[in-house]
């Protein structure tokens, strides 16, 4: 038979509901009778039931993910959100928690779906996995006081959040050191996004190291398949600069910036080297494989979730912070070797 409350209540002979203030952590206990309830657990093997301590506290157990506006920028189809929403259903559900996924072709649309979704007590709180600038989404969440955390960078000033992060400014440094170690100095920057803080960052990281390399760093280089200008103005900053390597704001990009410099007689990695960002399973497709910085989406997803969980379980001790995942190279096929050429 499971051991209860009461059980260890008269073990240690306080009330059953002192053993629940202890199990709340309240600060009316003291520390000894606390010592005295919690050494009676661990002997009797209490263990203590959170979904029955959640219901008296109006929880649901169950968090909603936000995805960006589907409408945007075609963001929806990279595979990061769905290895991140992967990570977080199966942390979740080692926690017996439920996860709802919030989206929307519009910012309006998204909140609407969020706000039904927390209104109706569906969820406790939610992950937003994007973070851009003036965002509505997260303006709604911060002014009706609902519990979030987000999957990005802090983009604006007085936004009280937290946040679970890539170091984005060192990860675009790492880019050009990565290639610099490889003999190439003649390198551009390549996005598809313009509003997201990642994106800044990362190019930051590379403007700034570029520099202190003794290296010219270029103005990012907007590249949008459907966009014939931005192909053009990509093709001729290819030659004007004599570009021997790109780096690329993620990988489904990086493979249609292939795909285009092979179309234009740039074959990789021999005229042109290409490095990427999220060592999605798209570095694998075609050949070249792409060498590709993995920033650990896994534990972007369970860090989130877990940060997000011990908030709302314990509102006292909300935090502000911004928490940083490790990143790492993973080497491929896509970088060439310069310093190994014979001259």
């Not at 209540?9 to 009316?28: C, D, E, F, Y």
């Not at 100095?185 to 990642?198: A, H, Y």
């Not at 005229?271 to 990427?276: E, K, M, P, Q, V």
Request: charged share 20%; net charge neutral; aromatic share 8%.
């Amino acid at each position: 038979m499971a051991v209860t409350i009461k059980d260890v209540a008269k073990a240690v002979g306080v009330s059953p509901s002192t053993v629940s203030r202890v199990l709340s952590n309240k600060s009316s206990i003291s520390d000894q009778t606390k010592q005295k309830v919690l050494s009676a657990m661990k002997e009797l093997g209490y263990v203590p039931n959170v979904s029955a301590q959640n219901l008296v506290r109006g929880l649901t157990d169950s968090v909603g993910v936000i995805f960006p506006p589907m409408a945007k920028d075609g963001r929806i189809e990279q595979q990061f959100y769905m290895q991140i929403l992967s990570a977080i259903n199966s942390e979740a559900k080692s926690k017996g928690i439920t996860v709802a996924i919030a989206t929307g072709q519009t910012n309006d649309e998204l909140i609407d779906n969020v706000a039904l979704m927390y209104n109706q007590r569906r969820v406790d709180g939610f992950i937003l996995l994007y973070s851009v600038i003036n965002d509505p989404v997260k303006r709604y969440l911060s002014q009706n006081h609902i519990t979030y955390s987000v999957v990005g960078s802090p983009v604006d000033q007085n936004t009280a959040a937290l946040y679970i992060d890539t170091d984005n400014q060192l990860l675009g440094a790492n880019m050009v050191d990565h290639l610099f170690s490889k003999g190439h100095q003649r390198i551009l920057f390549v996005t598809d996004k313009t509003s997201e803080g990642f994106v800044e960052q990362r190019y930051t990281g590379y403007f700034l190291q570029m520099r202190k390399l003794g290296a010219i760093p270029h103005e990012a280089v907007l590249f949008n398949r459907k966009d014939p200008e931005t192909l053009d103005a990509f093709y001729e900053k290819l030659i004007n600069t004599k570009a021997t390597a790109v780096i690329v704001i993620e990988d489904i990009l990086a493979l249609r910036v292939m795909q285009y410099c092979q179309l234009v007689g740039y074959q990789v990695p021999d005229d042109i080297s290409i490095l990427s960002i999220n060592n999605s399973a798209f570095a694998e497709i075609i050949h070249p494989y792409l060498s590709s910085y993995d920033v650990s989406i896994e534990d972007l997803g369970r860090v989130a979730l877990n940060e997000l969980v011990k908030q709302i379980r314990d509102p006292d001790q909300k935090r502000y912070v911004r928490i940083m995942v490790p990143h790492h190279l993973v080497a491929r096929e896509s970088v060439r070797d310069l310093t190994k050429i014979n001259h």
